[in-house]
Structures are given as C-alpha cells and as structure tokens.
C-alpha cells in the first residue's frame, strides 16, 4: 500500500528566504510522485513531478524536490519564497502500475509575511 | 484549468436533496475522476472511469454515483445529501501513458 506523510500542517517563511515542505512517502514499489499546490479558491496545480528518471526534479515557479530513497523522502524547496507562493501544497504518490491512482497527503499551507 | 471545467462552482443545499455536479473536459483523455477535499484530510477518491463503459468506484462511494455521458462528462450525483457530504469537490482527467492529473476549479457543495 501506498502512503504520504506531510511532516507539517503550517509552514511560515518571510519572503525572501528559503521554502522547505516535508514529505515522506510509504510504497511497496518505486513509485511516482508529485507536488501540486492549491491557491485560495483555485484548483490543483501540477507543481513538478519524479517518475523514475533523474533525482532532483525541477518544477514551475523556482521549486524543486529531491527523490531520497534511502530516507523515502521528497521534500520540496525553493530558495527565495514570494509573496504569491501561498498556498496550500500537497505530496501524492502513485504506484507503478496501470492504474494511476493518486494518493494524497494530508497538505501543507505555505504562509508568505512581507 | 480551464480545459476541465465543473459546474456549479458554489451549491447551498437541504438534507434529502438530490444534488448533481457535473464535469466537463476539452483535454480528449479518457479517464476522469471525482474527488472530495476535507480540511486536514486531503483529496480522496469517490469514483474513477477509465471510459465510457468502465466505472469504478473509489475509497469513499458510499452515497454517491456517477455518470459518464461522453469521454468528455462525467457528473456526480448526491442521491439525498446529507451534512457531512459538505466539502470541496474536484473533477480531474489524465491519459492512461502518463500518472499526471489535471483538476478543474472545484465545486464547493454545501448541505445544511
């Protein structure tokens, strides 16, 4: 079975520093998986994605995520946050396979102070 | 977003109402699906079609159905809503080659 643990509910940065959200994922396989951030009122974005191919996977928006196997980790980071990067972010995870069912961690949302 | 689109984007209801949220997508993939988003829980899947023919339900079906008209719609019913079916409701679509969906803005579903 396939799992996601976002590590944290919240996260505050000021704009201008660094992003870390913390996933950590449960798969029996190597799986696929993705960050998709949501804004006020807005659907899911594909924010990048690691589907087997290289580890450091670089998205829209200056974000980027690293697939750690040993740590079953992939953290999403971006170096300087702004303003409009508020939001709230989600770690999902997808079994190889074809069915392509998607599962979801619980979200993190980004708070951006001037 | 805009090639997958929901409407209502807003529906206030009363318990025992039957409530109908209908998808519609121009991407030409052949799967889509239904999603509920609750505060602290995520997305969670209620019902998938791979196409016109083939439906499956999801995690959390139970008191919902749905109906795939054409590749192109895919509509969730509420037979007769109830209080705790009050969340966020998400249509997305994906090609079978590829894990990535598309989403549609949500219909925010009320039942008092």
């Known amino acids: 079975a396939q799992s996601v643990t976002q590590l944290d509910s919240h996260v505050s940065v000021s704009e201008g520093t660094p992003v870390l959200l913390r996933c950590n994922y449960s798969?029996?396989?190597?799986?696929?998986l993705f960050w998709y951030v949501q804004h006020p009122n807005k659907g899911l974005q594909l924010l990048l994605k690691?589907?087997?191919?290289?580890?450091l996977v670089k998205g829209i928006n200056g974000f980027e995520a690293e697939f750690k196997k040993s740590e079953t980790s992939f953290h999403l980071t971006k170096p300087s946050a702004h303003m409009s990067d508020a939001a709230e972010y989600f770690c999902?995870?997808?079994?190889?396979?074809?069915?392509?069912?998607?599962?979801f961690g619980t979200g993190t949302r980004l708070l951006v102070s001037p | 977003d805009a090639d997958v689109t929901q409407t209502p984007r807003n529906r206030i209801t009363k318990t025992g109402k039957r409530i109908m949220l209908e998808c519609s997508q121009t991407?030409?993939?052949?799967?889509m699906y239904w999603y509920r988003q609750d505060p602290g829980l995520g997305l969670r899947l209620i019902y998938y079609?791979?196409?016109?023919?083939?439906?499956n339900k999801g995690e959390i079906s139970d008191g919902y159905s749905v109906s795939r008209q054409a590749q192109a719609k895919f509509s969730l019913s509420l037979e007769s809503a109830i209080p705790n079916q009050t969340a966020l409701y998400f249509c997305?679509?994906?090609?079978?080659?590829?894990?990535?969906?598309?989403f549609g803005p949500g219909t925010r579903l009320t039942v008092l």
């Open positions: 997305a679509t994906s090609e079978p080659r590829y894990n990535e969906q598309f």
């Open positions: 798969s029996s396989y190597s799986p696929s």
């Open positions: 690691y589907t087997s191919a290289a580890t």
């Open positions: 999902v995870v997808s079994p190889p396979g074809y069915f392509q069912k998607l599962v």
């Open positions: 991407k030409g993939h052949d799967r």
């Open positions: 079609s791979f196409d016109v023919k083939d439906i």
